[in-house]
């Protein structure tokens, strides 16, 4: 099954807001921004890839180094009350296409 | 990763426009509004009567988690088998009252369709209020969770 990362699962997670906060003031590269923290290296990659497979991060190579940046537009799409009432339509119509492809096969 | 459902809505305005495309051909898609039993599914819901022509009329039951029931009901102002479906939305024992839904369903191939929603609310105060329940509803049932999980603890 395909693994569906949304935005609002992604910022349920406080280590995670805290990685957004950081990024705010400037793209920052994984060590630099795991060095904020106390958890280990691990885990803040795994923080960091969740942000990404999401959108919420953008990978700018410079150089050597990679660079994690925010993407603001999709952060803006977080602050948009209009979310869960879309998200409430998308689940609906997602069972609804679910459903009748199942009936399309069983006939 | 790609946003299926689009929902339009514009500052200041009464109305939001809901689209969304469909892997499905578009005879499947509209039977998934007509039919009862598949209603129920995707809906959630209890369906009391669906009366699929025009100046028909329909009516939902819906059961919460703490199992109180929630109505809605509206009249079919046109149905075109198919394609269209115009019709009045309210949920009943709310302050929000009737909103007007102009439903159609387009072709785009044979095995694909499209599905706009037009919906009129009577004031923008109405729409916006609308739009924020899920968002409120979220809200509240993460801070019924907290209270909950405080509970076991005290």
């Known amino acids: 099954m395909e693994l569906r990362r949304d935005v609002f699962q992604a910022i349920a997670d406080p280590t995670r ?3 957004i906060m ?4 400037q793209a920052l590269t994984p060590s630099a921004i795991a060095q904020e923290f106390d958890s280990s290296r691990q885990t803040i990659s795994r923080h960091i890839k969740i942000l990404t497979e999401c959108e919420l991060l953008e990978k700018d190579q410079r150089g050597r180094e990679i660079y ?5 537009q999709k952060l803006k799409g ?15 119509f997602n069972k609804l296409e679910d459903i009748m492809k199942d009936y399309q096969s069983k006939k | 990763m790609e946003r299926k459902t689009k929902v339009h809505a514009e500052n200041g305005k009464q109305d939001i426009l809901i689209t969304r495309e ?22 959630g819901t209890k369906v009391l009567k669906l009366e699929n022509r025009s100046h028909g009329g329909w ?5 919460d988690p703490a199992g109180n029931k929630h109505g809605f009901s509206g009249v079919i102002h046109e149905f075109v088998h198919g394609s269209k479906i115009t019709r009045t939305f309210e949920m009943l024992n709310s302050d929000f009252g009737p909103q007007l839904e102009f439903l159609e369903f387009e072709k785009c191939s044979g095995t694909r369709s499209r599905l706009s929603m037009h919906v009129i609310y009577r004031s923008v105060t109405i729409r916006d209020q609308v739009l924020k329940l899920p968002f409120e509803y979220g809200v509240n049932m993460a801070h019924d969770r907290l209270q909950e999980i405080l509970s076991k603890l005290i």
């Open chain 2, 59 to 63: 009516e939902f039951e819906t059961t």
């Open chain 1, 68 to 72: 994690y940046q925010l993407n603001p």
């Open chain 1, 17 to 19: 807001r805290a990685i």
């Open chain 2, 22 to 43: 469909f892997d499905l051909p578009v005879d499947l898609l509209f039977k998934a509004y007509i039919e009862p039993e598949i209603v129920e599914q995707w809906m």
């Open chain 1, 78 to 92: 977080v602050a948009e009350f209009i979310e869960p009432f879309r998200k409430m339509w998308d689940d609906r």
């Open chain 1, 22 to 25: 950081l990024l705010a003031i």
